[in-house]
């Protein structure tokens, strides 16, 4: 983690996101690593339904606002790089029953919906 608790990410935060650029990892080992972090991914990679598969995560952080930083920053820098990212909270993700069924076991909760999904 390197850009916590600043308004604006520093020069030195900047050449921290450069060093990390070609570092790259799936996005399920990214949840794994940093999970309930706020991520900045540059994507790599798309999976057959075309959402982010690989990336260099570029900056990780409990709160989300330097990940917002540093992401204006990036685009500010190279604005016609074509260089594509993913911002996202690195949660679980639940893909097959059984995953749920485990999630389930475990205790798991989910987050209160504020409408009535069963429709």
Request: avoid cysteine.
């Amino acid at each position: 983690m390197f850009a916590t608790g600043y308004d604006e990410a520093s020069d030195g935060d900047l050449a921290e996101a450069h060093r990390r650029w070609n570092e790259e990892m799936s996005v399920d080992d990214v949840i794994e690593n940093y999970e309930g972090e706020w991520i900045l991914l540059r994507i790599t990679e798309w999976d057959e339904h075309h959402n982010p598969s690989r990336g260099a995560v570029i900056v990780h952080d409990l709160d989300n606002q330097p990940i917002w930083n540093m992401w204006a920053q990036l685009k500010d820098e190279s604005p016609d790089s074509g260089d594509r990212y993913y911002i996202f909270q690195a949660r679980p993700v639940i893909r097959t029953e059984e995953e749920l069924l485990k999630f389930l076991r475990d205790g798991g909760e989910f987050m209160e919906v504020p409408f009535d999904w069963r429709r």
